[in-house]
């Protein structure tokens, strides 16, 4: 019934969609199996993508070609440029989405791909033979081929749900776990772990006083993620912040009995950096009060998702908790939160393209390799995508620099560092985050997409078109000379020190007070006036003319970074001759293999002498 395919795909969350979209538009013959065709692309937990870090990598999966930036777009219903207070490195775009149209949107886009069938079912076994995949056997007990596989299986593995002292088996609500994977994994010699995660309660939008709450607002411009012309919102829908207080923490303290994660119930790792309002106020005792956001799932439901209040106490106390919060005095609960325990694989069992060390053509992405967030999914889905392509039909890997993108910075960390919480990306966790910015991840990446035939010839000459613009007005702000008479008044109603003198125009721009939309009211009367460019160029190049000695700075630094990454270590490198190692090192070094002195040099533990040791031997 079922044809050999040249690549399977497990699971059609945010990194299964990824996958299946990368490999099918790559030219192969792709298989996405899923518990329910109903649940593709389904957003779990808030409904939202992009935020701080999370919106660079959704713009670098756009502009390699994949499709989350474009249904993020379609199925916004608000958008927002968060951190626009602070230096372009961290400004970071992200929509409030409608839960049903972004899954809705997920279907259409799959089901437009011709290389792309699906199948409803449960992988419950891999077949291998010789250190190979071969395909998959399912529930049903129907064995596909295939000539490799790509497991994305969320928090479906041997998932148990926990709301109080109750458990159930469940990979999300209502949905039930995926079992036998793991335990043919761990046969083979695969290392697995437990990790947990959780989702807050959800409420009657109708049954809520939003005129206690704070309001807000998407941008007044909205923009987009998308490069393409993604049609823009002309609407937005309010999202509102409120706060809890002492009466519903010591609800929480007064019930510590009840809450899995501290009677004993559950004794796997929770997010660090997104923890349960329990966490909150267990460690963070000295606080009285911690943000509420109270989110809207969509343009035509009541329900909203209380974000920042993720729990797994009973329903009983859940409902107490959200009445004594402001403007929840009278809410009807829809749906508790929960927590949820899942299997994970320490991801150093990888390598950087996301296959198996262990099983040639199996690759693995998303939350199976510890990571939490739709976005942190969606780009290992991509790459898992277009290396499994690449792989079967005898091409080069591609793998991304930490220098090239936050895609790089990601695999990079959990390849050679591992992780023992789920992994949430930041910006702080790129060393070149001033290069990987989300306004130029187009310039960074699409010529890239391009080349290996992801990105279509329409988002190319789009970048071309981008860059011939910009060289236009880098000359053009280089020559144009500026009176004192005409920008003072503009410096002085900024309290910036006016000038007494012609300067050019670029050399304004490196003021911090300047902006290039400062100038463009004395540049109309001339042709090709710069008002005539889009507000995307403009900001670009004032960006780089602002920054661009610290650009230079940053290039000097990678240039530094990359030497290390040409010097290759053999694979059956023999690190015990050299005995100068610290024990430490020798330990790491053995069991991590790293293949350059640059994935040495980010294992924790190892140190620079231990690098200089490795370099002096290698250089003989």
Same mark, same amino acid.
């Given at each position: 019934m079922l044809l050999e395919y040249d690549i399977i795909v497990v699971g059609g969350g945010h990194a299964g969609c990824e996958a299946a979209t990368a490999a099918s538009k790559l030219g192969a013959k792709v298989l996405l199996i899923t518990m329910s065709l109903q649940a593709i692309g389904q957003m779990s937990c808030n409904p939202a993508m992009g935020g701080?870090? @999370?919106?660079?990598?959704?713009?670098?999966?756009?502009?390699?070609?994949?499709?989350s930036g474009i249904i993020a777009d379609q199925s916004a219903i608000q958008f927002r440029m968060l951190n626009t207070s602070k230096g372009p490195a961290m400004w970071s775009p992200r929509t409030q989405n409608d839960r049903r149209l972004f899954s809705e949107c997920w279907r259409r886009a799959l089901e437009s791909l011709p290389n792309l069938d699906f199948w409803q079912d449960m992988v419950v076994s891999l077949l291998i033979k010789d250190g190979k995949v071969r395909g998959v056997q399912t529930e049903l007990g129907i064995t596909i081929e295939s000539q490799a596989v790509i497991l994305t299986n969320g928090t479906f593995l041997n998932g148990i749900i926990h709301v109080g002292a109750k458990k159930m088996s469940g990979g999300r609500s209502a949905e039930k776990a995926a079992t036998g994977i793991t335990e043919q994994l761990q046969k083979l010699g695969f290392q697995t772990g437990r990790m947990k995660t959780g989702t807050s309660p959800r409420v009657d939008g109708r049954t809520l006083d939003y005129n206690k709450m704070e309001i807000q607002p998407g941008d007044?411009?909205?923009?987009?993620? =998308?490069?393409?012309?993604?049609?823009?919102? &002309?609407?937005?829908?309010s999202c509102y912040i409120t706060y809890t207080n002492p009466t519903v923490h010591n609800l929480i303290k007064d019930n510590v009995a009840d809450i899995p994660r501290y009677n004993g119930q559950i004794q796997s790792t929770g997010p660090r950096y997104c923890p349960s309002i329990e966490d909150k106020v267990h460690r963070f005792a000295e606080k009285e009060r911690h943000q509420i956001f109270v989110e809207p799932e969509g343009w035509h439901t009541i329900q909203i998702y209380v974000n920042g209040l993720s729990t =797994?106490?009973?329903?009983?106390?859940?409902l107490k908790m959200l009445r004594a919060i402001v403007g929840f005095e009278k809410a009807k609960m829809i749906c508790p939160g929960y927590a949820i325990e899942y299997d994970y694989f320490p991801p150093t069992q990888l390598y950087h393209t996301l296959e198996t060390q262990l099983i040639h053509n199996l690759y693995f992405a998303g939350q199976i390799n510890g990571t939490t967030g739709y976005e942190e999914a969606a780009c290992q889905g991509l790459m898992a995508g277009i290396n499994a392509y690449r792989k079967i039909n005898a091409l080069s890997p591609v793998v991304f620099k930490r220098s090239e993108a936050y895609i790089g910075v990601l695999i990079d960390d959990l390849v050679s560092k591992? &992780? %023992?919480?789920? /992994?949430?990306?930041?910006?702080?966790?790129?060393?070149f985050r001033i290069l990987l910015r989300q306004d130029n991840a187009d310039l960074r990446l699409t010529e890239w997409g391009h080349s290996i035939g992801l990105a279509g010839d329409q988002r190319l000459q789009k970048v071309y078109k981008k860059k011939e613009e910009m060289a236009y007005i880098f000359h053009f702000l280089k020559k144009w000379k500026i009176q004192p008479e005409t920008i003072n008044p503009t410096l002085e109603a900024k309290g910036a020190s006016l000038i007494d003198e012609t300067q050019f125009a670029d050399t304004l721009l490196k003021r911090p007070e300047v902006d290039l939309n400062d100038l463009l009211p004395l540049d109309r009367q001339q042709e090709n006036a710069l008002s005539t460019y889009g507000q995307e160029v403009l900001q670009q190049v004032s960006?780089?003319?602002? /920054?661009e000695s610290y650009f230079l700075k940053e290039r000097e630094?990678?240039? @530094?970074?990359?030497?290390?990454?040409? /010097?290759?270590?053999?694979?059956?490198?023999? /690190?015990?001759?050299?005995?100068?190692? =610290?024990? %430490?090192?020798?330990?790491?070094?053995?069991? @991590?293999?790293p293949t350059t002195l640059g994935q040495a040099s980010r294992i924790s533990g190892v140190r620079p002498t231990d690098i200089s040791i490795l370099m002096v031997y290698l250089g003989r």
């Open positions: 701080i870090a @999370k919106g660079q990598l959704i713009r670098e999966i756009d502009a390699l070609g994949g499709f007044p411009r909205p923009g987009s993620f =998308s490069f393409l012309n993604t049609e823009p919102l &002309t609407r937005q829908k =797994s106490l009973t329903e009983a106390i859940q591992g &992780t %023992e919480e789920p /992994y949430r990306m930041f910006t702080s966790r790129a060393e960006i780089e003319l602002k /920054y630094l990678v240039e @530094k970074m990359e030497r290390l990454e040409h /010097y290759a270590i053999p694979p059956d490198f023999d /690190y015990t001759r050299l005995k100068a190692l =610290s024990a %430490e090192a020798l330990e790491k070094l053995q069991k @991590k293999r």
